[in-house]
């Protein structure tokens, strides 16, 4: 076997364990926030006053809030790493089509535009996983706080 058939094949392999892993995060997360609205529900007193949230063996713990954004963190982390990857590839094709003289005057893409459009595309990934990191954030401020120990 070659050494690109060896590298489309890792390459192939790679892609089908983020995959996995993508899906097997994404399944963990909807357990734990399916989980999280059952467990947090408030109990209600017999004047229909709210008691706070249930704890307990049945109730939702900081452990099992730790593990879900972790959980969102890792999913967040893996997905950002798919994109980088993926700019990375159109990176070469764009660099590519310009090296060989088939992106003419009109398609944008000559010498300077080729470096323009790689910065371009590096800066649309950055805003995109800094836009999911602040997704995040913005989720972790607005949960439960969990008590300092």
């Known amino acids: 076997m070659s050494t690109e058939a060896q590298d489309a094949n890792s390459k192939r392999a790679a892609k089908i364990e983020r995959f996995k892993a993508d899906k097997a995060l994404k399944a963990q997360l909807a357990v734990l926030e399916q989980r999280r609205a059952a467990g947090t529900q408030g109990r209600l007193d017999e004047d229909g006053t709210e008691q706070g949230p249930i704890g307990g063996a049945d109730g939702w713990d900081e452990g099992e809030e730790r593990q879900l954004w ?37 398609s944008g893409l000559g010498r300077l535009g080729v470096g323009e459009a790689r910065r371009e595309m590096e800066e649309q990934q950055k805003q995109e ?21």
């Open 70 to 106: 972790l959980t969102q963190l890792q999913l967040a982390a893996l997905q950002a790493l798919g994109q980088r990857s993926l700019l990375q590839e159109e990176a070469k094709m764009v660099g590519a089509v310009a090296s060989t003289g088939a992106a003419g005057e009109g």
């Open 129 to 149: 996983v800094l836009q999911q990191l602040r997704r995040i954030a913005g989720d972790l401020s607005t949960s439960t706080a969990l008590p300092d120990r």
